[in-house]
């Protein structure tokens, strides 16, 4: 995806974990963090607590979903996706992209990947690498200032 670039539509779950989100549901009140994540990621599990935080500093203010994207056949097997979202305290919505159709409209290659979209629903931030949790946090702030001026 390119910066500025419309939020594609939330399309190909092989299922939803803690309840299902809409586009729709997400455009106009607030910014949404969209990341990508695997059970097989270690990088992606040492992040979750970041996550978790971003999610309880900003909970009325930021919607956060979780598209789980697999790397491998292991990656698929929805009892283990659940019990590591279970063990990493992922109360967010989670989106199981088994059939990458979700990655393929984000042209998403890479776990962990933060998409962070403004609240009309255009992407105003990317990121692929764990060096950015800070980088993220400010990108976040920046959109909600931003709302607020």
């Known amino acids: 995806m390119k910066l500025r670039e419309q939020m594609p539509e939330l399309y190909g779950a092989t299922t939803w974990l803690n309840g299902r989100v809409e586009k729709e549901d997400l455009i106009g009140q607030k910014p949404t963090l969209i990341h990508f994540w695997s059970i097989s990621c270690r990088v992606c599990k040492d992040e979750m607590p970041y996550l978790n935080n971003f999610r309880n500093q900003y909970k009325d203010r930021l919607n956060i979903i979780a598209v789980h994207m697999p790397r491998s056949e292991e990656d ?47 992407l105003r931030h990317f990121q692929t690498d764990r060096s950015g949790m800070n980088m993220l946090k400010k990108r976040i702030n920046r959109l909600l200032n931003e709302m607020w001026r």
Not at 83 to 104: C, P, R, W, Y
């Open 76 to 122: 698929r097997n929805l009892q283990q996706i659940k019990k590591v979202a279970a063990q990493h305290g992922m109360t967010q919505s989670i989106f199981v992209d088994d059939n990458l159709k979700l990655t393929e409209a984000f042209s998403n290659q890479f776990v962990p990947a933060y998409y962070v979209f403004d609240k009309e629903g255009r």
